[in-house]
């Protein structure tokens, strides 16, 4: 401790003589507040030279599609990720991994069979070991924001009003057949499916969702679509499959509120979040940085 406080630079002279003597007292007093100066030690992020082409770009940037599919909580411009078209990642021995991508995405309406496609710029930090990463992502606006507020209220409505709410059906994955009536269901699940896979990919796990089971929605007075059902994740390194079961409360404009339970093996966990919806401009930014 003394050699440190020694070396401090501009405390030569009697001042320095003084507060080494007084020193011991001083430490003595203040223990607990007192701690030796660390050397600072630079940020050493190393830039790696490995193409976007790779497969921990698409797994870094459907991260970022995850948070942003759930923050955005809109199932109408719900996006998937076309192309990574480029990025850069850098590693840091203490923190872990940092992508910087520019992506494209797509986004399917199934009811008029168009294809809208955007461009998002993205920031991802994995940190070693944890999961839920952080992001920072910056989408072009897939509709004018009228029109999305109208398509996913449209969506809303087909819920609200099914005189025979769905209970404990099934449907398939992306390849699969999917009933048109129940497609917003789908939609809607997505959106909470995307939180579930942020908050678990890590930087060796990543989730794809393979089908629902168990959907049911609850007739509710109130406005909110009360909505559960449980997704099988397929995590793409142990080929292990996940059941979650979600629930989650979604009215149009308004965050999503989700609470899941994942049964992984060896750990059981909950977690519950609340999205806070979007900040929109001519672009989209949604960032927990
Ligand atoms: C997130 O990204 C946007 C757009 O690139 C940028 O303006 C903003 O400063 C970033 N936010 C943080 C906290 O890094
Ligand atoms: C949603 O449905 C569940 C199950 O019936 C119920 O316990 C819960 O209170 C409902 N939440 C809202 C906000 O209606």
Redesign the pocket.
């Known amino acids: 401790m003394l050699a440190q406080q020694q070396r401090l630079p501009g405390r030569a002279g009697p001042t320095a003589v003084l507060l080494v003597a007084l020193l011991p007292a001083v430490a003595q007093a203040f223990s607990g507040v007192w701690r030796p100066l660390e050397p600072e030690r630079p940020q050493t992020w190393r830039r790696l030279a490995v193409a976007p082409s790779t497969p921990k770009f698409q797994q870094a940037a459907r991260a970022a599609l995850h948070y942003f599919n759930y923050r955005a909580a809109s199932p109408s411009t719900f996006r998937s990720l076309k192309q990574v078209r480029s990025g850069s990642v850098w590693v840091n021995a203490k923190k872990g991994q940092k992508f910087d991508l520019e992506l494209t995405i797509e986004n399917h309406k199934p009811k008029s069979n168009d294809e809208r496609l955007g461009t998002c710029s993205a920031v991802v930090i994995f940190k070693n070991h944890k999961p839920k990463p952080t992001v920072n992502i910056t989408c072009t606006r897939l509709l004018a924001k009228k029109e999305r507020e109208q398509e996913d209220y449209e969506l809303y409505k087909q819920m609200k009003q099914l005189k025979r709410p769905p209970e404990g059906i099934k449907i398939p994955g992306n390849d699969g057949y999917i009933d048109p009536s129940l497609q917003p269901m789908w939609d809607l699940a997505m959106v909470g499916s995307s939180y579930v896979m942020w908050e678990k990919t890590s930087l060796s796990l990543y989730y794809y969702t393979m089908q629902l089971t168990g959907v049911k929605q609850?007739v509710?007075s109130?406005d909110?679509i009360?909505f559960s059902y449980t997704i099988l994740l397929h995590e793409f390194s142990t080929q292990e499959i996940i059941p979650c079961q979600i629930h989650l409360?979604w009215y149009p404009g308004k965050p999503l509120k989700i609470r899941y339970h994942c049964q992984d093996l060896g750990t059981q966990e909950e977690v519950s979040g609340n999205g806070e919806g979007s900040a929109e401009t001519s672009t989209e930014i949604l960032s927990n940085f």
């Open positions: 609850w509710t109130g909110f009360n409360l």
